[in-house]
């Protein structure tokens, strides 16, 4: 089927994404204002099919250029001359969505620089990653054990580790960085779902949070700190947002809420995606979810007699706010900057220097503090080149505080974590 054809069959729906659900075969993005018709190339696109329809219909340029920017030049170019469409008259490129340039200085000689660095070499997770993964889910095993025992010592071990394993399966896998198959790395995202909505992070996370990096109401994970701004900022972000982040990882998300202005797939088109075949890890993702709130929130009051009501409500909610402890107040002070302190957004600025601008690096060429946060000590990269997987992000540091010296742009990075968290709380109005 030609390409005039496949547009002229969605010429009359409403919108793609839900033509997309509804078997109409064309799949497309629109880069740099080109469209490209990628029905035929889904299953060969080497980060998996997931990523290419989160960017259907969309202008998928901030997500072309940040997966791309290790890759060969020349082949892209090849592929994309090969998908060229005309664009669909059912594209409708939103005029309030903030809009990047891609095309200065800075970001050109980054990834001519990061090609030098890996030079033919894997941007996939090696086997120090690999090997302390299995060591973390050894430990992950032993801890849960304990939990169902009664033992104390496991609350912030389980709760740590939930984090660890849980959310490195859940980010890396989404953002196709671990294995070379799409198929293993969308299975394992899902797996580790045990916080979210698989499908609804896959939206907010890679999409929402990754594009439009601390641009309000774009930007999913600031709604958590908008809805307690009258709050004090230190009672808001040491009680209320791990308060919140429970609440809305447990019970929000997995009904499928997804923030953000930017355009999105609904609920019912979740639900329709999962009946179909590449759905099911997302359902399965759902499930597995369940089965983790009955085994480590629910199981805890089966004990009741035993424990007597302060130990099962310990037990009950604790390992749960130990992980939102280490998501909310590790994570938000090194993926946003604080309040105060923020650049302020101007259309048509450079993608990759507002990345780099709007995220912070702890002690970033630390390997331990890398592994030890899942990769989240290195913001700065993994908003920039979020399709390389993060045990590479402490020898690529150095390449980007040169590259930051040379055109100008502010490298943000605090020498140690305890550093940033003061500069994080001590920031906010
Ligand atoms: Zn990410």
Redesign the pocket.
């Known amino acids: 089927m030609s390409s005039e054809k496949l547009i002229k069959d969605v010429s009359n729906k409403e919108n793609i994404s839900s033509s997309y659900n509804n078997n109409t075969p064309l799949v497309y993005t629109v880069v740099r204002n080109k469209a490209y018709d990628l029905t035929s190339f889904l299953d060969e696109h080497p980060g998996g099919r997931d990523l290419l329809i989160l960017a259907n219909t969309r202008d998928g340029t901030a997500l072309f250029e940040g997966y791309h920017g290790a890759a060969n030049p020349a082949r892209i170019k090849t592929k994309l001359t090969e998908l060229e469409i005309p664009i669909p008259s059912t594209y409708i490129s939103d005029p309030n969505l903030p809009t990047f340039t891609f095309d200065d200085e800075f970001w050109l000689t980054f990834k001519i620089r990061l090609r030098q660095y890996f030079n033919g070499k894997s941007r996939k997770a090696n086997y120090f990653k690999f090997f302390t993964w299995i060591l973390s889910l050894i430990t992950l095993y032993i801890s849960t054990i304990s939990f169902w025992n009664g033992e104390y010592w496991s609350i912030p071990v389980f709760g740590t580790l939930l984090w660890i394993v849980g959310t490195r399966s859940l980010?890396d896998g989404t953002?196709a960085t671990t294995f070379n198959s799409p198929f293993v790395n969308k299975c394992v995202g899902c797996l580790g779902a045990l916080h979210m909505n698989p499908w609804a992070w896959l939206h907010s996370?890679?999409y929402g949070?990754?594009i439009y990096s601390n641009i309000e109401e774009y930007d999913i994970d600031h709604d958590y700190i908008e809805n307690y701004k009258y709050m004090n900022a230190w009672v808001r972000n040491l009680i209320k947002i791990p308060i919140t982040a429970w609440w809305t990882s447990f019970f929000e998300a997995p009904l499928f809420e997804i923030y953000g202005k930017w355009p999105r797939q609904s609920a019912s088109e979740f639900y329709d995606f999962c009946t179909k075949s590449e759905g099911m890890p997302y359902a399965f993702g759902n499930f597995l979810r369940l089965i983790f709130v009955l085994m480590y929130i629910i199981q805890p009051f089966t004990k009741l007699s035993e424990y007597g009501l302060i130990k099962t409500i310990i037990f009950a909610t604790w390992p749960v706010t130990i992980h939102s402890i280490w998501e909310w107040h590790w994570t938000m002070p090194i993926h946003h900057l604080a309040e105060n302190d923020r650049p302020k957004y101007v259309p048509g600025v450079s993608w990759a220097k507002w990345q780099v601008e709007n995220t912070h690096d702890a002690n970033p060429r630390s390997i331990f503090l890398n592994w030890l946060t899942i990769g989240t000590s290195n913001q700065a990269l993994?908003?920039l080149i979020?399709g390389v997987d993060p045990v590479h992000f402490p020898y690529i540091s150095p390449i980007l505080e040169q590259t930051c010296k040379d055109f100008d742009v502010t490298y943000r990075y605090k020498d140690s974590a305890m550093e940033l968290f003061y500069y994080f709380y001590t920031n906010q109005d």
């Open positions: 980010h953002h996370h890679i949070h990754h993994h908003h979020p």
